[in-house]
Structures are given as C-alpha cells and as structure tokens.
C-alpha cells in the first residue's frame, strides 16, 4: 500500500508562483514507484500535469512546458511541483497519484495512476 498527502496549494494572481509538496509513505514499492501530479477542475476530467521515474526521468503536460516543474527528493519521500506563471485555466484541484515503474512508464493516463492523496486547491486569480 501507498499513501499520499499533497499540500502547498492556495490563492494566486495570475503570474504568481506556488509549490506544491506530496509526501509519498509505504514500503511497499520502495524505489519502484513513480508519481505523478495530476488536475481536475469542476466538471471536468482529471488531466495529466507531470510525472517523474524513481531515476528522476520527467515527462510534462505541453500545457504546462516552461511553468511548471517537477522533482522528487528520494531520500525524504518527496515529490515536488514547481508552479510558475500561474494562470487562471491553472485553477483546479491538483492531485498527486502513484504507480509501480514499469516498462509503461511513460503512459501519462490517470487511470494507470492506482493511489491517490485527498488533494490540494490552487485558484489563480486574474
């Protein structure tokens, strides 16, 4: 089993920068896993933001290329979302989701994503 706990999320003018943090807890997987940090806003389906390997090997969303950034600390059981030039479109809901790495890796889709953390509100203002 895997838990996940975002945090980081909260109000923004457009431009803005936020940081988002998953904590990312279970042996389980151990280095195995990789995450991904997902967006669903209010009646829409959740998309795909970015998601990086155990090796640190990242692939983003080209809605978010040259924003926003991900990274994961696998000493502390961290992965991070760097969220630069906030815009409002960026309001949503960002989740961050775990998966076993395999050679599947780079499918991006949310269903291959099997645990999941509660959430966290990023609004962006205009």
């Known amino acids: 089993q895997v838990t996940l706990a975002e945090s980081g999320g909260g109000l923004v003018q457009a431009g803005g920068s936020l940081r988002l943090s998953c904590a990312v807890s279970g042996r389980t997987f151990g280095s195995y896993i990789m995450v991904g940090w997902f967006r669903q806003a209010p009646g829409k389906e959740r998309e795909f933001v970015a998601v990086?390997?155990?090796?640190?090997?990242?692939i983003d969303s080209p809605v978010v290329k040259g924003r926003f950034t991900i990274s994961r600390d696998n000493a502390k059981n961290m992965v991070y979302l760097q969220m630069n030039s906030l815009k409002p479109e960026d309001t949503a809901v960002y989740h961050c989701?775990?998966?076993?790495?395999?050679?599947?890796?780079?499918?991006?889709?949310?269903?291959?994503?099997?645990?999941w953390g509660q959430g966290t509100q990023v609004t962006v203002s205009s």
């Open positions: 989701g775990a998966r076993t790495y395999d050679s599947t890796w780079y499918d991006t889709a949310p269903s291959k994503y099997v645990y």
């Open positions: 990086i390997t155990p090796g640190g090997v990242y």
